[in-house]
């Protein structure tokens, strides 16, 4: 303070009405001290709202009990909103007090210096905001508090100037450790106790407000949802110490990737949400993710005696205001993005669009008319025959069928989406079994043999989310010890190339104690996915089915000629089975045998069809085979569609 606003305080003071006597003095003291008193009765407790009850207790006590306390409010210091009002106020009305963050200078004061501030309202020199309170208070104290994270300033204003002096300054200290234990409260609220990074809450508050400032000034908003590849099996491996310190250390890995003025927050389990501000461009945006996504991909964790451990991203974005939803829209979006990003193999980033959006739409609408079927007795299994490279049938592929309201039979490529989906993959997968093992105990029972007097194997597929449902191995022991004339040795699972990419290990174990059983299992659809050797090596599987793309064209492709090729030499000398599926014509056949291929699969056979179909299929194949030169199975192919149905 001034020479002069120190004389013209003094003057003031020495001007005060007798009231404030030492007396009342002593009083206006203690009035402040039951204020504390009060404030404290209550419990103080944890959560989001846990430092509202207490700064508000305060500021009603102050304005109640003294009498020349007048006016009483606190104010959380937020640099991304233009205009800042107190969040309660005592003694005035709530839309008074605006403070323009341009002016609020004397606030960015006194949270630098960390003490209390006195203003008198007609000195020239009062900060402008602060005049609007000149006809209820004569001066007003500002008190800082808070933590590094959140931090806010306490405003009291008395009816007399020099009043605050006369009290003496230091007793608004209390207030502020008050303050400072419930902004610290709040801080604990809005941030993961964890990591320490913003939790949801924090999170979509800020988006609110990011969500703001981009249409004011025109800039490009990232909001993304991240998802760790492969976490669950740290977890089921190393035990959940070990996934918490793996978060805690990709936490701070992201963190320490990102801008300082971006927003990294953990929202739940391993899924973290993140907000990139005031982007000039799109490809700017792209870039960081590039950036997150390398960090991540490039970083190796010790979890101690154990091995050391590393794990990708799936990172779903979309952009403000090029997406012009609202806050929970635009989460909504990046999570359907974030979707597309793991359902394309992981370890990217996926941009959210309408034709996303919709293909989403679709795939729900889809999932909406399985479980219906499901529900209504509308799912039944067709088969198709599998054959040696000699001709003899050895089983049947059971392939899912939905059968509509109006009896048009769909097959899985309609309602793809509902095989993997959340609450729906196990149920259809239990039926998939429970029918097929029926309808293996039906052919026991009735006497139905294969040529050769062989037992009919029947393959099933199991989708991925079933496959690593930890009720799948249960399910299935139900399933047998239901059907006892099941011989589980003619029983064979088949699991896409996609399951492994989710949890390998997991995928292993789970067929390790199908064999156990001794289930055959299979590895289907091979050569389309990703790290197909590291499968073959590393999975108990019994049979490879070569995916019928390379089949087909395999006549007129030298390079998929040459893949089969490689993939039939490779099982060979692994002592594997192998199954070429789209098999439709004699030629199909012919390479295969030269190749040494051991069964086939598609039209040059049959189509799938339903079971009851089957034994007349089967005498009339014998049929034909008799009149066939010995060693060959030319047949007419059925046309149109695919070979091998799915």
């Known amino acids: 303070m001034t020479t002069t606003k120190a004389r013209r305080a003094r003057a003031r003071q020495d001007a005060l009405p007798a009231i404030l006597d030492q007396g009342s003095i002593d009083d206006e003291r203690m009035t402040l001290f039951r204020v504390l008193q009060e404030a404290l009765a209550e419990p103080v407790t944890k959560g989001r709202g846990a430092a509202d009850p207490l700064l508000r207790r305060i500021c009603q006590g102050l304005v109640r009990n003294s009498r020349m306390i007048r006016v009483a409010c606190y104010l959380i210091v937020d640099e991304e909103r233009p205009v800042l009002t107190p969040e309660f106020t005592a003694g005035m009305e709530a839309g008074l007090l605006r403070i323009p963050r341009s002016l609020a200078g004397p606030l960015r004061e006194t949270l630098r210096d960390r003490r209390p501030s006195l203003h008198v309202l007609d000195d020239p020199g009062a900060p402008v905001w602060l005049r609007a309170l000149h006809t209820l208070v004569a001066e007003v104290v500002l008190f800082p508090f808070g933590v590094a994270t959140l931090r806010g300033v306490g405003v009291v204003g008395v009816a007399e100037a020099g009043f605050l002096s006369r009290i003496g300054l230091d007793y608004f200290a209390a207030f502020t450790n008050l303050g400072n234990l419930a902004l610290n409260l709040r801080a604990q609220a809005l941030h993961d106790a964890l990591t320490g990074l913003p939790n949801r809450g924090l999170y979509v508050d800020r988006l609110a407000h990011a969500r703001a400032s981009a249409r004011r000034r025109r800039r490009l908003l990232g909001v993304a949802l991240l998802d760790l590849d492969g976490f669950k099996q740290i977890n089921d491996r190393h035990g959940h110490g070990a996934g918490d310190l793996v978060l805690a250390r990709l936490g701070r890995i992201m963190r320490d990737a990102m801008r300082p003025t971006d927003t990294l927050a953990r929202i739940g389990g391993d899924e973290f949400a993140l907000l990139f501000v005031d982007m000039p461009c799109l490809g700017d945006i792209e870039a960081l993710c590039v950036r997150l996504l390398d960090a991540l991909r490039s970083t190796r964790l010790s979890l101690g005696e154990a091995a050391d451990v590393s794990l990708t991203g799936s990172l779903g974005l979309t952009v403000y205001p090029l997406d012009e939803g609202d806050p929970e829209t635009l989460m909504r979006h990046a999570d359907v993005a974030l979707y597309a990003a793991k359902a394309g193999g992981r370890d990217q980033y996926h941009i959210h669009s309408l034709d996303l959006d919709r293909a989403i739409d679709a795939d729900f609408r889809a999932t909406e008319v399985a479980r219906r079927a499901l529900a209504e007795g509308r799912m039944c299994l067709y088969y198709q025959p599998i054959a040696t490279i000699d001709g003899d049938v050895v089983g049947f592929e059971a392939l899912l069928r939905l059968v509509r309201e109006d009896g048009t039979v769909l097959r899985p490529a309609s309602f793809g989406a509902a095989l993997d989906a959340a609450g729906l993959a196990r149920p259809l997968g239990r039926f998939v079994l429970e029918a097929a093992a029926c309808q293996m105990e039906a052919w026991v029972r009735a006497g139905f043999e294969l040529e050769a007097r062989r037992p009919v194997r029947c393959s099933v ?186």
């Open 461 to 646: 597929n199991i989708s991925a989310a079933h496959l690593l449902n930890a009720s799948f191995l249960e399910d299935l022991r139900a399933i047998l010890s239901a059907h006892p004339l099941v011989d589980p040795a003619a029983f064979e699972i088949e699991i896409t190339e996609s399951a492994p990419l989710r949890d390998l290990e997991g995928v292993r174990r789970t067929l390790t104690a199908c064999q156990k059983l001794r289930i055959r299992t299979a590895l289907d659809d091979f050569g389309t996915g990703y790290a197909s050797l590291t499968h073959l090596q590393r999975l108990p599987v019994d049979t490879i089915k070569i995916d019928q793309s390379f089949v087909r064209d395999m006549a007129d492709d030298p390079k998929d000629h040459a893949i089969v090729s490689g993939i039939t030499h490779v099982a060979y000398r692994l002592g594997l089975n192998v199954v070429a599926e789209g098999v439709e014509t004699a030629a199909h056949i012919r390479m295969l045998k030269a190749l040494g291929c051991s069964c086939v699969q598609g039209y040059a056979l049959a189509k799938a069809m339903p079971a009851a179909d089957i034994p007349r299929w089967v005498r009339r194949y014998a049929q034909r085979r008799r009149a066939w030169p010995r060693g060959s199975i030319v047949m007419r192919a059925d046309k149109g569609g695919n070979s091998r149905e799915d």
